[in-house]
């Protein structure tokens, strides 16, 4: 878990800085764009976890049930507050890289399951802010609290290895890489570097 904070601190930074949601007062607005900027980020990852499952075994797929992260974006996309809004966020995906081992498995999962924890804190402070939108996604299914401790259980026992921890950096920093590519593509003003 240190080496994957560490690896990760200024990207997690400075998504957390610039995200739509991480305006001072966000809007329904900034919501939409959130979820567009998440779904573009997440689709090909998700596509690539599917497509190729867990070829070396004892990743993430192989610990924690599949939630549909996916489903939970759109389903808030298509909730009519939000029903014809023009998208900010550029709609091309980035291409999701083809490799990945297990530790590049974690890596990835890393970013996807932490923003679940991010949520929970953004539904508690944009709730009542943006009702009567039910902010399903923010919101999950339940507290990510044990989810993420079955998670950094597995992670701990399959990443232990320096080239195993190496690997698992890697495939958080593609991650963030990603969404902070689109992120730049849909924002005037650059954020990190990818």
């Given at each position: 878990?240190?080496?994957?904070r ?23 607005r ?31 797929q ?16 298509a ?11 550029n709609?091309?995906?980035v ?14 999962a890393?970013?996807?399951?932490g ?15 943006l ?30 290895m ?33």
């Amino acid at each position: 878990m240190t080496a994957l904070r560490q690896a990760t601190a200024q990207r997690h930074a400075e998504l957390d800085s610039r995200t739509p949601l991480a305006a001072e007062a966000p809007d329904l607005r900034a919501y939409h764009d959130h979820l567009r900027l998440l779904e573009a980020w997440l689709a090909p990852i998700q596509q690539w976890l599917d497509r190729d499952g867990d070829p070396a075994g004892g990743g993430p797929q192989a610990t924690l049930a599949r939630r549909d992260y996916l489903g939970l974006i759109r389903a808030d996309l298509a909730h009519p507050a939000l029903a014809g809004m023009p998208s900010l966020v550029n709609g091309a995906e980035v291409r999701w890289p083809d490799d990945g081992g297990a530790a590049y498995r974690w890596g990835v999962a890393y970013v996807i399951e932490g923003s679940q924890l991010g949520g929970a804190v953004l539904y508690k402070r944009l709730a009542q802010r943006l009702a009567p939108h039910p902010l399903g996604y923010l919101r999950g299914e339940g507290s990510p609290g044990p989810r993420w401790q079955q998670f950094l259980a597995g992670l701990r026992g399959a990443v232990s290895m320096p080239e195993q921890i190496e690997d698992a950096c890697r495939g958080a920093r593609q991650a963030f890489d990603c969404l902070i590519t689109l992120l730049n593509n849909s924002s005037a003003e650059p954020a990190g570097r990818p």
